[in-house]
């Protein structure tokens, strides 16, 4: 189509602008119906976000003034105006999350404008094929028929993306940050593809496949020992109880937690709350989530992570400006102690939560005593408030402190005087360590939980927590790691939160390895120089009562080349 039109045409192409837009909307608004059927109400959520951005004022008005003092056509102006603002935004590792949506919005605007129509952009051969893609928007992510999608590569996007999150949902094996994967990989390559490890193996040898298939039918076995395992107690084989708890960070994942055997969750993750959403949750609305996830634990807690927000982590709901470094900017409890209206409205439905159940409240990166200070007065404020205004709720409840910064480590003992316990957020207190990024596929290599640094300080971090009388747990994603959820009970912790799929393999880990062994293992880490060491160390101990190859998916692949491996939990299973 032309680029430029004549003044005559000006009022014509403002109004094909507008009845794209009505358009484009009504595609998002049956997308995310169909979406709500198969995936879910979090997961529907996602267009509510684009439909906004598909309907932003601003935007469309700095659109219109284009096309009237230019006299461009809509779509040319359309195309200036999305390359403008995506310029803008990609300069800042918050906004990169949304950039996924513009692009969505943008290819439908045009194809609209433009007048491609076909239900969808895309279509997808009725054989079983793997998608390697520059960018997953989740639109596209969901429309994926699972009979012949059989795994994802996305060279954008880390665990933490919506398209992620949604392959995760619908049970399609991905690999996210595979950088350069669209220029290595030509379509009609055989892949063999590992969302587990985050491993990509091109044209795979005979032996390869053999190997793999090797490892699937292992695999298999394993999860029939594992079923085995679920109604079992979690006790070490001395006998010794370990509590072993759930982390829950979508409401789909209340049901597979329960049936699994989670006693409690460890962390609830509130931020997906908030993802894709316009607007923040009520008041009424956390309460009743977190009462729907209480009664589903009778008897066991459940601890409430207050929103994490920030580092990549911003919803579309909190506009904030943009800053050099996120991770090390404003985040977590910094966000929730300056902004009450965010932090208040979650403490009191804590609070309500926990009227007759055990409902604990967790606060995440914390860096300094004050922090805590001051977040215990605002729940004491908050339980006051809800006394005298005779609404049903707890008089307080417990506050945890996450230990995820070495600060926080090196003033555990001080932290233990204001804290009713402890959980190690092991991703972020390797992030900030080791000073790797978790979500940059480069540094893969270097995020690893088992360097001696993070060993010694999760030593450190038993005895203080024994010192003070307060229980210390770990809900980062190590002890979700068979192997080093060994090193962790022979470090002496007595309680877990894993991700309920790992549950049973985990459950069957504490089942299996005798304590002492574990402590073995535990010791010879802490005298390890390095991450190696350490997991040599507990390959060896450990691989006296365990095939070790059932627990590292990685093992079973020798020679493979490697386009990306990323940390446990960037790919989606
Ligand atoms: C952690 O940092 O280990 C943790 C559990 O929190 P998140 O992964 O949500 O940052
Ligand atoms: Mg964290």
Known sequence: PDRAVRTDQVDAELRRLREAVDSVVGDLRDLGQRVLKRAGPEESRIFDAQILMAQDEDFLASVETLIRNNKLSAETAYEFKALELRNQWSGAARLRERLADLHAIQLRMLNQLMGRSGPEPWSVPDEHVIIVAHELSPGLTVQLDREHVVGLVSEEGTRTAHAAILAHSLGIPAVMGAVGALAEIPSGTILLLDGQSGTIVLDPTRGELEEAKTQVSRRHRLELQLEAVVDAPAVTPSGRPIQLMGNVDLPEEI???????????????TEFLLTGRATLPTENEQAEYFRRIASAFPGHPVIIRSFDLGGDKFPVAFKTSAEANPFLGWRSIRVCLDEPEVFRPQVRAILRAAADRDVQLMLPLVTLVEEVEQARAIVQEEADALWKDGVRAARSVPVGVMMETPAAVLIADH???VSDFFSVGTNDLTQY???????NARLADRFTPLHPSIVRQLHQLVAIGRAANIP????GEMASE???AVLLLGLGYQCLSVSPPTLPLVKWVIRTVPEPAARQAAESALQARSAEE??????????????????????A????RRVATLPPGTAAP
């Open 482 to 484: 068979a192997l080093s």
């Open 255 to 269: 049901e597979p937690a329960v049936r699994m055997g989670a006693q409690g969750v460890g962390l609830l993750r």
């Open 557 to 560: 692949l020798p020679g493979r």
């Open 415 to 417: 932290l233990a005087e």
């Open 472 to 475: 210390v747990s770990v809900c």
């Open 433 to 439: 360590t080791m000073a790797v990024d978790r979500g």
């Open 534 to 555: 350490v997991s040599e160390a507990l390959r060896s101990v450990v691989g006296e009562y365990i095939d070790v190859r059932l627990l590292d998916p990685q093992s």
